[in-house]
């Protein structure tokens, strides 16, 4: 009986849990990336969202102030909720395990409505064909018209601010096929969400104090997070 139990209720306490991620107050700066928190199908236990928050989300803002001259700060982020008004009120957001967005018809109208008026997201952190397919699914509830294609090395994204070289940055546990840059393009035909399929771009930004990882995916890994917000904000 108490194995039953545990069944049922484990799916429901995370879901609970993860709106009790302790939020930030950003400072006012320039930019403040979003985290986004949208609706699950419970497939990585309702807390893909939440994966490396907030130390990724630290790590990568004090790089972006170290290299650039972006007014931001490493405290420049928070969790917004992507059915809420507030998703307009930061125009780049930060997408964690797309493969287990399920959303409410609130957050598609708000995904097509953020995109279509200039935001920009940055979609990380999952891997293999069932979530690329449930990613694939969400975007076309939201934009039926249009598809993701695959980026290569020639996109301006990838000369934005560092020159990257080479598009083989993966993280070593990912066991969903080689890594694949997507990309979505909003109303105008303008890149408006850079997608990092088999990879996990925050884990190197989350894990680069610890030593984990070899040091030129990590230091590629921050040069995309870079590249992606001098990009979305020169675009």
Known sequence: MPALILIFLVPAFAQRFSRFFADNEPPPTELVVA??????????GHMGWSHNYPTS??????????TTIINVETMSYRIVDLGSPDVFNYPF??????????LSE??????????????????DDFDGPWQFAQLRKQLLRAFPERELFRLTIDHPIFKAFYDIDELNIVAPYVVGGDPVFYG????HGRLAMLICHNNDLANFWDWI??????????????????NSVVYAMSH
Do not use: C
């Open 35 to 44: 985290r986004w928190r949208f609706g699950t199908n419970g497939n990585i």
């Open 57 to 66: 989300d630290q790590h990568i803002n004090s790089l972006i102030a170290e």
């Open 93 to 102: 957001a930060y997408v964690s395990e797309p493969g287990e967005m399920e």
């Open 106 to 123: 609130r957050e598609v109208i708000n995904l097509r409505e953020f995109i279509d008026r200039g935001g920009f997201i940055l979609v």
């Open 184 to 187: 979505f393009n909003d109303k």
């Open 209 to 226: 104090d610890q030593g984990r990882y070899p040091l030129k995916p990590s230091v590629e890994a921050f040069r995309i997070g870079i």
